[in-house]
């Protein structure tokens, strides 16, 4: 980055802190170099050009025993972020649904750092507790939930799912804030599909109930939670002494995009008296359109969702929502006597009802894309995606290639013609030419190309250059003879 002229500031090289003409003039030149940044990486490839190793050479310099020039710093930073990333705000980035960010959210996060609010209690931070919880009431509303309904931000899936096993082992045993598992009279177990995101493990862990706690139920023909094998599973754990405490089902899952039958897993849970909750990580944000909010029918039954806004919702990472019809797990979870905070309505506090302490004002992100188009605006972004998932599978169809997911959701996952190079070979074959981005994943036990377009500037040609590359690339002897560049 070029450091601004020497007319514009008293000093190329401030301190920590500097005047507010100082301030002015920085933040335009790092506006200007990250909107060049911003087109080179639309025009570049999407894949990184230099690896650890060579990045780490890079970095040696610094060793922080001399200051140097900021801009020297802005600029060396920037530079590296367009050779060594994957560029999710790629227009050709068809991958794990982290899409390009709005401009309201990335707006949202310059007026954060300016003001930088600590969202531990409402007393310090009442505008920016309550902006909050009127975009988490919104989507509860949304969702179908009471107005008696809460919840909150979270940092991603992983706390918002914790949160929901935390309130469900809480709910199912109120002895378990004080106790820990050892109040119940036998293990804590809880029941996700076999096709669920893997992070449960970890979350299981973390929870104190470990990976034993995890009941994987097979899925069925298409990839759906089999609830007969849900029921059967609750029955025969109960008899070994186990006890279920949270059935979660899935609404998109990672791989494939299916949504676990809603209304059944709800009849199951309610049956049995288990907290009931769904990981609507990607597939939630479906709540938006009018269209598609269909598919989530039965999610208003769930005593609490998750739905990542820093996926299909595009914001910056991380951000996500934690809703609940039933606050009081929570509170009993988290309450806690922070004699030293200034506080004066633990009711409304964040740090009384979440798993974190100091926080980050990011409910902005979502609150400031909402408000500038509005349900119907999101809704026309994710239904978009949707078209683009359409657009690509009849064209990978035409191609002789076989879809093998059947979600109505913006993922598709394709299975090469026969006599093609193996799946993984095909995916590391669009990686190395840099022009796109695809990945693999394993569907009802045969590997497959996973394409997800939810880049809101993706195009249809785009798509055309994708397909295009998939059917160059999937021939046997594609690559033989040539050298892939160095990551």
């Not at 994987?216 to 094998?229: I, K, N, S």
């Not at 009081?328 to 030293?340: Q, V």
């Not at 633990?346 to 902005?364: E, N």
């Amino acid at each position: 980055m070029r450091p601004p002229a020497p007319d514009d500031l008293a000093s190329s090289m401030p301190g920590l802190f500097c005047s507010p003409e100082e301030r002015a003039v920085w933040e335009h030149a790092v506006t200007d170099a990250l909107l060049a940044a911003r087109a080179s990486v639309a025009e570049g490839r999407v894949t990184p050009v230099v690896g650890v190793e060579i990045l780490r050479s890079r970095l040696a310099p610094f060793d922080f025993q001399q200051p140097r020039p900021l801009a020297d710093a802005i600029g060396f930073v920037i530079d590296q972020l367009k050779q060594g990333l994957v560029q999710i705000t790629h227009p050709r980035y068809f991958g794990l649904f982290n899409p390009a960010p709005t401009l309201p959210a990335e707006l949202a996060d310059r007026i954060v750092a300016a003001f930088n609010p600590q969202l531990a209690t409402a007393t310090t931070s009442p505008a920016a507790v309550a902006i909050e919880r009127h975009v988490i009431q919104a989507f509860a509303e949304r969702v179908g939930f009471p107005d008696t309904a809460g919840g909150h931000f979270a940092t991603g899936g992983s706390e918002a799912n914790f949160t929901a096993l935390i309130s469900a082992l809480s709910y199912a045993n109120r002895d378990f804030v004080n106790r820990g598992i050892g109040a119940f009279a036998g293990p804590p177990v809880f029941y996700v599909s076999e096709d669920a995101h893997v992070a449960w493990y970890k979350i299981a862990v973390q929870s104190g109930v470990g990976h034993a706690g995890v009941r994987a139920v097979a899925t069925d023909a298409h990839g759906r939670m089999d609830v007969a094998a849900l029921a059967d599973m609750i029955e025969s754990d109960r008899q070994q002494g186990l006890v279920p405490v949270m059935v979660s089902a899935t609404a998109g899952t990672t791989g494939a995009g299916m949504i676990d039958p809603l209304h059944a897993c709800a009849d199951i849970a309610e049956r049995h008296g288990l907290w009931y909750h769904v990981d609507g990580a990607w597939g939630g944000a479906a709540v938006v359109s009018e269209t598609m909010r269909g598919l989530l029918a039965g999610i208003e039954r769930a005593h609490s969702i998750t739905i990542d806004a820093h996926k299909w919702l595009a914001t910056t990472m991380a951000c996500s929502l934690f809703l609940t019809r039933l606050s009081g797990p929570l509170r009993d979870a988290f309450h806690i006597d922070g004699y030293f905070m200034p506080s004066s309505d633990h009711a409304v506090d964040p740090y009384m009802m979440t798993v974190q302490w100091s926080r980050r004002f990011i409910g902005l992100r979502l609150f400031l894309a909402l408000a500038a188009v509005g349900w119907q605006g999101y809704g026309e972004h994710v239904e978009r995606s949707v078209g683009l998932a359409d657009l690509v599978a009849e064209r990978l169809r035409a191609a002789g290639w076989t879809i093998v997911n059947e979600s109505r959701l913006a993922v598709v996952c394709a299975v090469p013609p026969e006599g093609s190079r193996a799946v993984g070979d095909i995916a590391r074959g669009v990686l190395d030419s840099g022009q796109a981005w695809v990945s693999c994943t394993r569907f009802k036990g045969q590997d497959a190309l996973r394409i997800c377009p939810v880049n809101g500037q993706t195009t249809a040609d785009d798509v055309r250059m994708l397909v295009d590359l998939l059917n160059n690339v999937r021939k046997p002897g594609y690559g033989q003879g040539t050298r892939t560049e160095e990551g």
